[in-house]
């Protein structure tokens, strides 16, 4: 079974960090490009960045540039979004996302609070 | 970047009725034009890509069409499990944009 589960979600403070990791199973996420995409509580969908298949290159929304790092491990079958300089407009459901494939995890909550 | 402006926000309708969800691109998106439908709680689900095209498993009740600007989502006949919010997706160009999303309650 195709499949994608993110984890790394969890309460942080204003100005933090977190690292989310999304792990793929059921194909061989190397193939493809892959995204995150956040959803704010009670709000709609938001494209956050993208990685082409071997990660030599990437796009970020202007809200998170220079702040969010996205990055592949091909090896490992895993896809990460390092989020620092953390804001509490970050507060979201963060899936990971196979557009091609139109696979999606479950998501991961974080909530910048203090 | 390219803005999409979907409309209405949210409906009411009966189940039986025909919806029409429509969204509209800021500049010229060709076809590269999705929609996704979700459920509370859950991650969101392609209904149609390419602007017309309907995704493998999906219900012969939805279809899309359009180009260029202007898109339409149409649910032929509503069925119970079709109450939930959908969203367009425009893939054209970086940063993608999604629509502000449809909500469609019963009635």
């Known amino acids: 079974e195709v499949q994608l589960v993110e984890s790394g979600g969890g309460l942080v403070q204003p100005g933090g960090s977190l690292r989310l990791s999304c792990a793929a199973s059921?194909?061989?996420?190397?193939?493809?490009?892959m995204h995150w995409v956040r959803q704010a509580p009670g709000k709609g969908l938001v494209w956050v960045s993208r990685i082409d298949s071997d990660g030599s290159d990437t796009s970020y929304a202007d809200s998170v540039k220079g702040r969010f790092t996205i990055s592949r491990d091909n090896v490992k079958n895993t896809l990460h979004l390092q989020m620092n300089s953390l804001r509490a407009e970050d507060t979201a459901v963060y899936y990971c996302?196979?557009?091609?494939?139109?696979?999606w995890g479950k998501g991961t909550t974080v909530t910048v609070s203090s | 970047d390219i803005q999409m402006t979907q409309s209405p926000s949210s409906l009411s309708a009966s189940v039986g009725d025909r919806v029409t969800i429509t969204c509209r691109a800021s500049?010229?998106?060709?076809?590269?034009l999705a929609w996704y439908q979700q459920k509370p709680g859950k991650a969101p689900k392609r209904l149609i890509y390419?602007?017309?095209n309907l995704q493998s498993g999906v219900p012969p009740r939805f279809s899309g069409s359009g180009s260029g600007t202007e898109f339409i989502l149409t649910i032929s006949t509503l069925q119970p499990e079709d109450f939930a919010t959908y969203y367009c997706l425009q893939h054209n160009s970086y940063p993608l944009t999604f629509g502000g999303g449809t909500k469609v309650e019963i009635k």
């Open positions: 500049q010229g998106i060709r076809n590269d």
């Open positions: 059921g194909f061989t996420l190397s193939s493809y490009w």
């Open positions: 996302w196979g557009y091609h494939m139109d696979v």
């Open positions: 390419a602007a017309s």
